[in-house]
């Protein structure tokens, strides 16, 4: 007897289509020697590690973007600075690169032309395609424009929120404040009331200086706070951004 004498002809089907699949969905790897910049990303599938997605939010938060990849195969997500942040740059690429996460080549400093013509020096890096990223991408994109997820009070940790200051944070009088000038009021609403309820963190809107742009100010009764909770992940090089 055959090995499918004992199947009927539905039942041969049905494990024809399986077998099918698994070829389809099984990346094969030639040598026994498999290469992660080498996977599509419709084979990166996670789970992710939860201080990754930390580090993914507080960026957003700031000025890193994220892109989908045509027919959905996947997202990856941008990381820059101005070239005098390389240090901190060089901090972040290593996290990602040593978890797996981007090409291990180090980020060099690029130049490109900034609003009236004055040329800008940058570090930036990327990181690998991912489809199990797709999830964060739609929490964070609504028709290619980034925007405040209702909810970031789930994923504010205090690592986000050290990420977030390193990004994108100023020292202002004895307070601090954040460059929201992309995000609506009501985007800006949901981080205030996410730093609140997460951190006891005091905060408020501010105008940015022009129609429909803000910023958010950290009250200085709350500092000292804000310090305890985010010190232990701030690297040496931005502290000064809470000196």
């Given at each position: ?146 925007h405040v ?54 905060a408020s ?36 951004k809470l000196?």
């Open positions: 007897m055959s090995l499918w004498g004992g199947f009927n002809k539905p039942q041969m089907y049905n494990l024809f289509l399986i077998y099918l699949s698994l070829l389809l969905i099984t990346p094969i790897y030639l040598n026994n020697k498999p290469k992660v910049n080498k996977l599509k990303g419709i084979y990166r599938i996670g789970p992710h590690n939860k201080d990754i997605i930390s580090i993914i939010f507080g960026s957003l938060l700031g000025g890193a973007h994220g892109e989908k990849i045509l027919l959905g195969v996947g997202t990856r997500f941008s990381f820059y600075q101005e070239a005098v942040h390389v240090k901190y740059m060089l901090f972040l690429h290593k996290l990602f690169s040593e978890l797996g996460y981007c090409n291990s080549k180090l980020p060099v400093i690029t130049t490109r032309l900034g609003s009236k013509g004055k040329i800008r020096k940058i570090v930036r890096f990327s990181t690998w395609t991912y489809t199990s990223f797709n999830w964060i991408y739609d929490l964070w994109y609504n028709n290619k424009i980034k997820p209702e909810c970031i009070d789930q994923y504010l940790t205090p690592l986000a929120l050290a990420i977030w200051i390193m990004d994108d944070g100023a020292k202002v009088g004895q307070g601090l404040k954040f460059f929201t000038n992309s995000f609506s009021y009501n985007d800006c609403l949901l981080i205030i009331k996410a730093l609140n309820s997460n951190f006891n963190i005091k809107i501010q105008s940015a200086g022009t129609k429909d742009q803000y910023i958010i100010y950290i009250w200085k009764e709350s500092m000292t706070d804000l310090i305890n909770i985010v010190s232990p992940y701030i690297v040496p090089e931005m502290r000064y000196n």
